[in-house]
Each structure stands twice: as structure tokens, then as C-alpha cells.
């Protein structure tokens, strides 16, 4: 019988994982089935429970269960426990590990799909939400030079980067980077060499309330979702004459592939799938 994995979510029809996985099995030689199951928005526990019942091995967890998903884990990565939220569930017989992949599919996205290192880079994360807490670990593993988190709310902001403070620190004596926070307009005037949108302005087609020019001299701008065309945030940074823009594409793809060698301890080629996306939305 082949092995069952799944995504869970509310909504989840539009999911593209069960597409994405089911082309990882087929290049890798891995027998398994991946669904896409809708759990209720008060039943997440329960559906984790009857496909456990009915065989599960590992599953994806999306919006809005990822917090649920990291109670409900009975042992968590570092990474997961770093950003407080889990997108990929484990069942063995030690019980639940909760993971979190984003991190490492946005980095491998920019690092590897992009050709645009981290390394060095000063950077700028928009949004201190669950989005952006679930990346900045893997962004400070990548040694930036610098990492400032803005928001709406300067608090949140704020306190988001005091949670990190101790990567900051650096490894082995050696600095990771200088990491700040506070509102839209403390940036005014910063310059940055890559800016990663990790707020949700572009699932409501809005842009972002950033200073004038603040993109001007940015190497990349990347958001983290992505649609049919541009987003409103890649629009208003080509407006600002940023060259290199970027969708949240590419890091769907790669955290599937990093979710998918936590199960099966194999790495997935990527670049196909993500072609065969990119040439079904169009792009």
C-alpha cells in the first residue's frame, strides 16, 4: 500500500501542493499518495486524528492551522520552536514532530533560484506576523550584514526582533548581523540590498506604506505570495526602479521539498516543478 500525506486547510481546493508532491514521488521514486483535506476551522485535531487512524504518515499544514499544528506536536525542530508555528507534521512512533520549512524554502528560493545570496546583504522584512516570524532564523543563518524588521505596529516589530536577539549574537565569536525593528517610517532614508515582503497588503491587492525611494536601491525585492501576475508589491517596486522583483512561487515549491525530505529523507530536484507552475500561471 503506498504511503499517505496530505495538506490541511481552510480553504484548501486552490491548494497546489498535492500537484507539487505528486511530481516529487514520480522523480524520486517514492510510492506515496498526497491529498488535499479540508479540516473544519474548530476540527483540525480531530482530522489530524482520523488520518493518523487511517494510515497517515506526514502531512502540510496551512492557513489557518499552523499555530494549532504547533500545540499539537509532541516534539519540535528548532526551527518550528524558533517560529512558533508548524507547517509539516510528522507521525511516527515517537509521536508528533512539528516542523516549519519556510524559512528554508524563501532562503533556498533566493540563494539558489534567484542566484541572489543573503550572505552579506543588508535586509529589510515587512511585517512582524507569523509570516515573517517563521523566516528569520533561516535569514539570519544566512549571515546578512543586517536585518530590520518593519510594521504597522512598532511593537510588534520590536518585539519580534528581541525574540531573536540571540542569533544576533553570532556563532563561535563570529557576528550574524545587527538586527533592528520599528514602524514604516523608521526606515525612511535606510538603504537595502534585499527587501522581502512577508505582509498580506498583496492577497488584498494593496501595496505597502513604505517611505518614498526606500526601494530605489534594492538588489531584489521578493514577496512571499504570489498570483496570476505581479503583485501590487513587485508592481510598486518597479515603479521605484527596483530590477530584480520576485513572487512567493519559487518558496512554495522549495519548502514542499524540504517538507518532502523531512518524510522520505529525500531531496527532490526542484526547477521542473516550479517551471511547470510558473508556466501555468502564466508567467
Given at each position: 500500500m503506498s504511503d499517505l500525506y496530505c495538506v490541511f486547510g481552510n480553504p484548501i481546493g486552490h491548494s497546489k501542493s498535492p500537484a507539487i508532491h505528486a511530481a516529487f514521488a514520480a522523480e524520486t521514486g517514492q510510492d506515496m499518495i498526497y491529498e488535499a483535506r479540508l479540516a473544519a476551522v474548530d476540527g483540525f485535531d480531530r482530522a489530524v486524528s482520523a488520518f493518523v487512524a487511517a494510515g497517515g504518515k506526514?502531512?502540510?499544514?496551512?492557513v489557518p492551522f499552523k499555530e494549532e499544528a504547533f500545540r499539537l506536536a509532541t516534539r519540535l525542530s528548532e526551527r518550528a520552536a524558533r517560529a512558533g508555528a508548524v507547517n509539516t507534521l510528522l507521525f511516527d512512533g515517537d509521536g508528533i514532530l512539528g516542523d516549519n520549512t519556510d524559512g528554508a524554502g524563501l532562503v533556498r528560493?533566493?540563494?539558489?533560484?534567484l542566484g541572489y545570496s543573503p550572505t552579506g546583504r543588508r535586509i529589510l522584512l515587512l511585517g512582524a506576523g507569523g509570516a515573517a516570524r517563521?523566516?528569520?532564523a533561516p535569514l539570519l543563518a544566512a549571515r546578512p550584514s543586517s536585518l530590520f524588521i518593519a510594521n504597522r505596529s512598532a511593537d510588534k516589530a520590536e518585539?519580534?526582533?528581541a525574540a531573536f536577539a540571540d542569533m544576533a549574537a553570532?556563532?563561535?565569536?563570529?557576528p550574524l548581523a545587527a538586527v533592528d525593528a520599528g514602524s514604516f517610517a523608521k526606515i525612511a532614508g535606510m538603504r537595502f540590498d534585499l527587501v522581502i515582503n512577508a505582509t498580506s497588503a498583496s492577497l488584498s491587492g494593496q501595496s505597502v506604506p513604505l517611505p518614498p525611494g526606500i526601494l530605489a536601491e534594492a538588489g531584489l525585492a521578493y514577496d512571499m505570495m504570489y498570483g496570476k501576475g505581479e503583485t501590487p508589491f513587485m508592481a510598486q517596486a518597479r515603479e521605484q526602479g527596483v530590477a530584480?522583483?520576485?513572487?512567493g512561487l519559487g518558496m512554495l515549491v522549495e519548502q514542499a521539498a524540504e517538507a518532502f525530505f523531512v518524510w522520505r529523507a529525500v531531496r527532490p530536484v526542484t526547477r521542473h516543478v516550479l517551471a511547470d507552475l510558473r508556466a501555468k500561471l502564466g508567467r
Open positions: 506526514g502531512a502540510n499544514v496551512t528560493d533566493i540563494a539558489d533560484n517563521g523566516v528569520i518585539a519580534l526582533a553570532g556563532q563561535a565569536g563570529l530584480r522583483c520576485s513572487d
